[in-house]
């Protein structure tokens, strides 16, 4: 059979599923772990809680709007800018986060009145934003206010603002992705539908489950505006709450990472009977590849073609000088969702680089399968890995760099093993042709920084030679690079902006009325 | 089914696995109808059989197809050289073992789950 049980975790039989190494011949029929139950008591997990998931990674994203936690204030602390998901707007979600700040006399006599009295007041406070997001907490949803109620007398007494509920509780669910189910589902029976958005062009999506990391989502949008497309809402980054409210009107939903966002989809796909398409926005070819299947969808493979083509011509010589330097490299994948299994194959087939464990924090046994699916054999897959694992799990696989959140990768930096943040991202965005660069660049830039040389001398005790300076990039990162005559001229080190989003800002694009749907 | 059979439906069965992600809805029921809906595709381009294309639903089937039936003749040279009435047998020995490895014989324990 195979799955791993960790030294660490002989002591809790209940771990016995939940890590897998895909041997020879394995499949999905054989090593799968389990995934998305409740954490072991005896273990410490990593995970969020469901409140974390509708909220932090979900709902706030959204750029117009005043995200209210009604519950302590440290709930809402946790769950504030961390994820660096900006807007074209000032990032009003990312400089302000609400709280009713609850206390004990809450909790004994109720806290609607104060809940009330705190959404007026906001509203007053920024009279430019009429749009409201209100989070339930544990302590609010075990004393049972009525959140709902609070907002719809709010909204007849103040008929311009408009207020979603989300009740997700801390509680609701084994991990944060409880509540990205329960706000999903929340949003399109609240809201979807109430609103029209106008429609522009013939050729209309939804792109769901990007919430735009240092602008991810804005990236991908340009490629969708290139082709002539009306991105009709992002759900849930960069996104206008009335246009999420509209999201009924498109003709199609591209959907990034689905476990976070295919309820939406799948409701829009049963109740309006708009098509899912799943897509990948990361690495060269499965990027080409969703661009143009987005685009065949609509008739318009000559527009995708062109914005590939050039996008592949000026970056491919960029990714192909680090590949160069990265081919070998062993990492472990661990990036708590989507990007388990939107890198597990690709980063491997177009930087070289081996992935020598995949894990998720919360990842259902949906996520696994595709992780594990696009594994190499020898892969180790973990199930809500706690802190012991991760630790046994680097001695045994010795990786270059470990690819996760801001946890975890500091105790990979504790063993000198260095990290890059791919939750918040190092220097993104990574998604499209330029991203993909930029992190093959941030990983080459991990792998080889010379401050290694560094970390492991103990200055109270170790001899530090002064009579030499620090290892070169030729000395270290080029040094299997036998013959340079095999580096056709043109590769190079990353060349783009530091930053590379706000210009897309107010760019024109083409528009398309005109055109009719392409047929097969 | 013959050896050489097999090893070609595992071939396609990786390239699948690999390079597609329509293949891991998250229910049982969904799977199935988005394992017929491209795969069937998918056999009727790579014998130059019509394809419906109706519905929003079937458009959506029909480009994943279209990158499936282009992924593998590219990626499979000796798909050319097949007739197609092998080339139906193989499609539905593909069909057979994805929706095997997918569903009927999958470890998912939430496939079934009436809720999503």
């Known amino acids: ?520 | 089914m013959d050896d050489v059979m097999k090893d070609r439906i595992e071939q396609l069965v990786d390239f699948i696995m690999k390079w597609c992600l329509w293949q891991f809805h998250s229910r049982s029921w969904d799977r199935e109808r988005q394992n017929e809906g491209i795969l069937t595709k998918t056999m009727q381009l790579l014998c130059d059989e019509p394809v419906d294309l109706s519905t929003p639903s079937d458009r959506c089937y029909w480009v994943d197809a279209v990158y499936l039936a282009n992924g593998f003749k590219k990626t499979y040279p000796w798909l050319g050289t097949m007739e197609k009435k092998d080339i139906k047998l193989l499609m539905q020995g593909l069909k057979d073992r994805i929706d095997y490895l997918t569903i009927n014989g999958s470890l998912n324990q939430e496939l079934t789950n009436p809720l999503y």
Request: glycine share 10%.
């Open chain 1, 1 to 520: 059979m195979p799955y791993h049980t960790f030294e660490c975790s002989e002591c809790i039989p209940e771990r016995a599923m939940h890590a897998v190494i895909k041997g020879p011949g394995e499949d999905l029929t054989s090593c799968l772990p389990l995934g998305y139950l409740n954490t072991i008591p005896g273990t410490i997990s990593e995970r969020g809680c469901a409140y974390c998931g509708a909220k932090h990674v979900i709902g706030a994203p959204m750029k117009d709007v005043i995200h209210v936690s009604h519950g302590p204030v440290g709930c809402t602390y946790d769950t504030w800018h961390t994820k660096r998901y900006i807007s074209d707007n000032d990032n009003f979600q990312l400089k302000y986060t609400f709280a009713t700040d609850m206390k004990e006399k809450h909790v004994v006599f109720g806290a609607e009145k104060m809940l009330k009295q705190n959404i007026i007041d906001c509203f007053k406070a920024f009279p430019h934003i009429k749009r409201m997001t209100i989070y339930q907490t544990c302590a609010s949803a075990l004393i049972g206010d009525d959140i709902a109620a609070v907002a719809k007398k709010v909204m007849a007494e103040m008929p311009d603002v408009d207020i979603f509920v989300c009740n997700a509780p801390g509680f609701g669910g084994p991990s944060q992705s409880g509540g990205h189910h329960k706000i999903n589902i929340a949003w399109i029976d609240q809201k979807v539908g109430t609103y029209e958005p106008e429609i522009k062009s013939k050729y209309v999506i939804n792109y769901v489950g990007d919430y735009n990391i240092q602008g991810d989502a804005e990236i991908m949008v340009d490629y969708f505006q290139r082709m002539g497309i009306q991105v009709l809402s992002t759900f849930t980054g960069n996104g206008s709450y009335d246009d999420l409210r509209g999201m009924h009107l498109a003709h199609l939903n591209v959907l990034e990472c689905a476990r976070s966002a295919e309820y939406i989809c799948n409701e829009l796909r049963k109740r309006y009977g708009t098509p899912r398409l799943d897509i990948d926005g990361y690495g060269f070819e499965p990027l080409s590849a969703s661009l143009m299947k987005v685009a065949m969808f609509f008739g318009l493979e000559k527009e995708a073609q062109a914005i590939i083509d050039e996008e592949t011509a000026r970056w491919r010589p960029e990714l192909n000088w680090y590949a160069k330097r990265l081919k070998g490299k062993k990492i472990c994948l661990w990036p708590g969702g989507s990007k388990l299994w939107h890198w597990a194959h690709v980063i491997e087939e177009e930087m070289g680089v081996k992935v020598v464990s995949v894990y998720s924090k919360f990842g259902h046994q949906g996520d696994f399968e595709k992780g594990v699916a696009r594994c190499s054999e020898g892969a180790l897959a973990i199930d809500d890995p706690n802190e012991l694992e991760g630790l046994e799990a680097m001695e045994m696989l010795q990786p270059d760099c470990v690819l996760t959140g801001v946890r975890p990768g500091e105790v990979s930096k504790k063993m000198r093993i260095p990290y890059l943040n791919i939750h918040g991202y190092h220097n993104g965005p990574y998604k499209g042709y330029e991203g993909w660069v930029r992190l093959a660049r941030d990983l080459y830039n991990a792998i080889y920084s010379p401050i290694h040389q560094l970390s492991g001398m103990d200055i109270s005790k170790d001899e530090i030679p002064t009579d030499k300076g620090f290892l070169t990039r030729q000395m270290i990162s080029d040094v299997n690079i036998v013959d340079d005559r095999t580096t056709p001229s043109e590769e190079r080190p990353y060349t783009g902006d530091w930053d590379i989003v706000t210009r897309l800002r107010g760019k024109t694009y083409p528009k398309l009325e005109s055109q009719q749907l392409g047929t097969a």
